[in-house]
């Protein structure tokens, strides 16, 4: 029967550094996106994002009918809730291999992160 090792100090430094790098992408993307691009594309801040477009907007340049404006809307809503669960999975999973200090310090670097 194989025996299984833990990887080396260093290997796994490099593996938690690696995760908490791509959870960080993640929770900015997900603020921007929650804070700044989600509102603009319904709308709600115009002018927010000189770059994005509103729902309204695609409506009037595309031409859309009023239920191709709902479905638009609501493939738009699913990929923020898709988003924002993705997010919170990733987050509980890295929780769950912290201790208590380190989960302390994580939620510190997150919340400074977002600042």
Known sequence: MPVSTLPRP???????SFILVFLCGIATGA?????????????SRPGAISGS????????QLDLSDEQTRQLTS????????YDNLLADGNSRVRQILTPQQTQKYERMIREHKQ
Do not use: C, N, T
């Open 10 to 16: 260093a290997e796994r430094v490099a593996l938690v």
């Open 31 to 43: 603020v921007v996106m929650s804070f700044l691009i989600h509102p603009g594309l319904h709308g």
């Open 53 to 60: 477009m509103s729902v309204r907007e695609w409506k009037q």
């Open 75 to 82: 493939v738009l809503d699913d990929f923020a809730h898709y």
